[in-house]
């Protein structure tokens, strides 16, 4: 067996040397050593790596699609997605500058350009509210520019500045989370949110936390990904819990106005083994002749 498995082809070989290395695709595949735990963890690290880099650049597609289709980002907190476009851009440029293999951030830079591309949809599909006094030309030009500048800024910054903010990017995606939770539990629903996106980024942080303990031992990226996991877990129960409400009441018409059907509900209670008997005023006879104040009648006089 080990005869075929060291002659396969150059490029197969060149691939699963660039993998997983020439030690670990050596002793894995030419020597068929599956007792190497060591390559074997660093091996199903890679692929997940790889997988999860895939994944990263159609993660929020759907997302898109959903915006674009419904012409409307209802749902959806600009707040949150801005600053979590902000976090994985601090994340990007980080491991990046500390030449951290490609496979254990790679999504990063994909979430990023799919996160910035989401947050202007939500200032071009503002909600109706504001939609007749805000600005969005000038606002996604200002965006536009401001996600510019933070790149190059990032780029440019020194290694230790960007091990800080690194640091900063534990609160960022606590307070990027947030405003998403509250919102979903004010409107009792998800809106716009894509479900897809919401699992595959649980999915996501759970293999990265492996993937970081055993490529890059960092434990403030790890921290990162232990906090996110946390979050996205919680935006996925809401997504359970409001499944098929899309925030908008329903109302009906009544004989004393329109009622909605959350009002409905509230009333039930109390108004459970009663019955309501509706009558409707008679209206009141025209007279045919209308007397004057003083009571004269009045005649005309024919010649």
Not at 166 to 173: A, F, V
Request: hydrophobic letters at 45%; a positive charge; one cysteine or more.
């Amino acid at each position: 067996m080990t005869s075929i498995t060291r002659n396969l082809p150059w490029f197969v070989v060149d691939l699963g040397t660039a993998v997983i290395g020439e030690k670990c695709y050596s002793s894995l595949v030419e020597n068929l050593n599956i007792g190497d735990v060591e390559c074997l963890k660093y091996s199903l690290s890679k692929g997940l790596g790889l997988g999860i880099v895939v994944g990263g650049s159609i993660m929020k597609v759907p997302q898109l699609l959903l915006i674009l289709s419904a012409q409307s980002a209802r749902g959806l907190s600009f707040s949150a997605h801005a600053l979590e476009t902000l976090s994985y851009a601090i994340t990007t440029a980080y491991s990046y500058r500390n030449n951290f293999p490609f496979s254990t951030y790679g999504e990063n830079l994909f979430l990023m350009i799919q996160n910035t591309l989401i947050t202007l949809l939500i200032i071009y599909f503002p909600s109706t509210a504001l939609r007749q006094t805000q600005d969005s030309t000038g606002k996604l030009i200002l965006t536009s520019l401001a996600a510019v500048a933070s790149g190059a800024a990032l780029y440019l910054m020194p290694t230790e500045t960007l091990a800080l903010l690194q640091l900063g990017t534990l609160p960022l995606s606590l307070f990027s989370k947030v405003p998403q939770i509250a919102q979903n539990a004010r409107a009792r629903s998800t809106g716009q949110l894509s479900a897809f996106a919401v699992i595959s980024q649980i999915v996501g942080c759970l293999a990265r936390l492996f993937t970081t303990a055993t490529e890059v031992g960092d434990p403030i990226v790890s921290a990162g990904f232990a906090l996110a996991l946390l979050l996205n877990s919680v935006l996925g129960v809401q997504m359970w819990m409001y499944w098929g409400k899309d925030g908008k009441e329903t109302y009906s018409k009544t004989t004393i106005g329109v009622v909605s059907e959350k009002e409905k509900e509230d009333w039930a209670p109390e108004r459970r083994g009663r019955v309501d008997v509706v009558v409707t005023p008679k209206s009141s006879p025209v007279p045919r002749h209308t007397a004057s104040p003083s009571g004269r009648k009045w005649s005309r006089k024919i010649d």
